[in-house]
T-cell receptor
């Protein structure tokens, strides 16, 4: 069965701090990996995706993620967060269907 | 607007009533998903369609829930005999399945259901 786990439920950072959000998934076959973001009052939107090739993928707004197949992980990173990054972040593996982790609420203090 | 459209945006209903939500996906997308999201949680998978075929339905989904996509375009999600626990945001997403893999899923704004 397909499953996903996000390690951090609530993260509070100051502006300019570095961010890393953990995501581990389980699925026996080929998997595509996504990170979605939900800004306050807005709908879910794609942050970045991995299908194949270079395991380090870059997304919008300076976010990047690294796929480590041996660890079944797809961690999200940003070197320097901004107040506008305050949002909920969801890791979502696709292995036949798209499922979501429980999400991480990121609060960036100005 | 050529994105995913959901109607209504908000629905308040009395316990025991039936409700129906509609989702209009992006026109060329062959996959359509329904999710339910409650506060502080990630979207919970309910069901998905490829064209008009319902390929999977969550085992957690009560038989009070039914979804259709009759012509492979718009979809409806019906909840019969609503309960207070059904109160949630219901999300629809669509994507283009190509070569056995999903491309990006695009989400609608959701329908917020409140059962009183």
């Amino acid at each position: 069965a397909q499953s996903v786990s996000q390690h951090n439920h609530h993260v509070i950072l100051s502006e300019a701090a570095s961010l890393e959000l953990g995501c581990n998934y389980s699925y026996g076959g080929t998997v595509n990996l996504f990170w979605y973001v939900q800004y306050p009052g807005q709908h879910l939107q794609l942050l970045l995706k991995y299908f194949s090739g270079d395991p380090l993928v870059k997304g919008i707004k300076g976010f990047e993620a690294e796929f480590i197949k041996s660890k079944f992980s797809f961690n999200l990173r940003k070197p320097s967060v901004q107040w506008s990054d305050t949002a909920e972040y969801f890791c979502a593996p696709w292995g036949g269907k798209l499922i979501f982790g429980q999400g991480t609420t990121l609060q960036v203090k100005p | 607007d050529t994105g995913v459209s959901q109607n209504p945006r908000h629905k308040i209903t009395k316990r025991g009533q039936n409700v129906t939500f509609r989702c209009d996906p992006i026109s060329e997308h062959n996959r359509l998903y329904w999710y339910r999201q409650t506060l502080g949680q990630g979207p919970e998978f309910l069901t998905y369609f490829q064209n008009e075929a319902q390929l999977e339905k969550s085992r957690l989904l009560s038989d009070r829930f039914s979804a259709e996509r009759p012509k492979g375009s718009f979809s409806t999600l019906e909840i019969q005999r609503t309960e207070q626990g059904d109160s949630a945001m219901y999300l629809c997403a669509s994507s283009l399945e190509a070569g056995g893999a999903d491309t990006e899923a695009f989400f609608g704004q959701g329908t917020r259901l409140t059962v009183v």
